[in-house]
């Protein structure tokens, strides 16, 4: 998984971890974060990511929670194109990990 990744690369990379529930994926993620998280800048670690966008406010919640463990920035977002644009904005040319954990549906991408 460590070499897949390749830390020291100025790409993007992303990884999908999936399986029945039960056989260890956030386990997995959230030693892999642990062990990679000194190669970047900013890092997250969000769990529930498919409990917390079934509610009320769902992808905006979300990105509030991103927004605030990625910077001391205290500013709360309402809108999802506003979330996202605060997003680019936080991370623009960072070295950043972000692990978002249970996600059930291909569009939380949009986080």
């Given at each position: ?11 993007i990379?992303?990884v ?7 056989v260890g994926k956030?386990?997995l ?18 769990s529930?990511?498919?409990e ?25 977002v ?14 623009y ?15 939380h991408?949009m986080?």
């Amino acid at each position: 998984m460590m070499r897949l990744l390749d830390v020291r690369s100025k790409r993007i990379r992303v990884v999908g971890i999936h399986g029945m529930g039960g056989v260890g994926k956030t386990t997995l993620a959230k030693a892999l974060f642990n062990r990679l998280v000194g190669y970047f800048e900013c890092h997250s670690f969000i769990s529930n990511v498919r409990e917390i966008s079934a509610g009320l406010e769902g992808l905006v919640s979300l990105q509030n929670r991103l927004i605030a463990s990625l910077s001391s920035n205290t500013v709360s977002v309402n809108e999802l194109n506003i979330g996202i644009s605060a997003i680019k904005e936080i991370v623009y040319e960072k070295r950043v990990l972000i692990v978002l954990d249970d996600v059930d549906n291909v569009n939380h991408h949009m986080l």
